[in-house]
């Protein structure tokens, strides 16, 4: 946040702190441009005019540039009409005419001045620049530690949000890993019944088929009963089945078994 509001300071406070120094490097650079306007129009010969012609409008352009930046628009223009006039000396070809355009330039020097002391005084002191500064830092440190709080609050309903849904999510898991062990108990359960029906079933099958095989002999000594086995299974078999899917298994059995011993026999009441 510190660093917020050093930065909107800077932007803040700098421009306006910085405008009397623009104003001062303003009237100073329009001294120098006087300065050398004078020389250049004191001149005795076209080559010094033109010397000091060019000083000037260095001078001149750097003004012109300060004023723009101040606000100064009379001075910005003054400083233009001022440079133009140094320009056109330069391009003369004779000391007569260039010392005109030079002694144009060198009576616009104290407008120039004027105009740019005038812009500073009624543009405030730099005590003024810093008490608005330094409101405008203190706004911008109040509406950046709003910021800040805001986004905390936000923060932290994120993260109770986040607490409540990992509440949540334990409990969803918690449920899954009783449920799942209430099944497989279940399924223990139900698997040892299937077993228990399974070795009774078979055992049961077993000595129907042996009685149907004494049975079958009985009537006619040759006679052989034609034993199935299919009922016998591994406990395996049971891994993917109800214990209601087992009982069925035994019941479907024991009733092919019975059908083909009835079938069987049918032969021998015919005979």
């Known amino acids: 946040m510190k660093r917020i509001a050093s930065i909107l300071f800077l932007l803040c406070f700098i421009p306006q702190a910085n405008a009397q120094n623009l104003y001062e490097d303003a009237l100073t650079a329009a001294s120098y441009a006087y300065s050398h306007s004078k020389k250049a129009h004191g001149a005795n010969n076209v080559f010094h005019t033109q010397e000091y012609a060019d000083k ?152 129907l088929e042996s009685a149907l095989q004494e049975l079958s002999i009985a009537f006619d000594d040759e006679s052989i009963f034609e034993s199935q086995k299919d009922y016998l299974r591994s406990e395996n078999d049971l891994q993917n089945e109800t214990l209601n899917d087992t009982k069925s298994f035994y019941v479907n059995r024991a009733k092919e078994l019975t059908k083909s011993a009835m079938q069987q026999f049918a032969g021998y009441t015919e005979n």
Do not use: H, W
């Open 56 to 207: 000037a409008i260095e001078a001149l352009e750097k003004v012109e540039a300060l004023a723009d930046k101040c606000g100064c628009e009379e001075a910005n223009e003054t400083a233009y009409e001022a440079k133009t006039n140094m320009v056109s000396s330069l391009d003369q070809d004779t000391y007569e005419r260039s010392r005109y355009y030079a002694k144009q330039a060198k009576d616009l020097g104290p407008k120039l001045l004027e105009q740019l002391t005038d812009c500073q005084a009624n543009n405030g002191s730099s005590e003024s620049y810093v008490v608005d500064a330094v409101s405008e830092e203190e706004e911008a440190i109040a509406v950046a530690s709003e910021e800040v709080a805001q986004k905390q609050k936000e923060l932290e309903e994120q993260r109770r949000q986040l607490a409540i849904e990992q509440q949540k999510l334990q409990q969803q898991i918690a449920e899954q890993q009783k449920a799942q062990a209430a099944f497989e108990a279940q399924r223990a359960e139900e698997l040892k019944e299937q077993t228990v029906v399974k070795a009774k079933a078979e055992q049961a099958l077993q000595k």
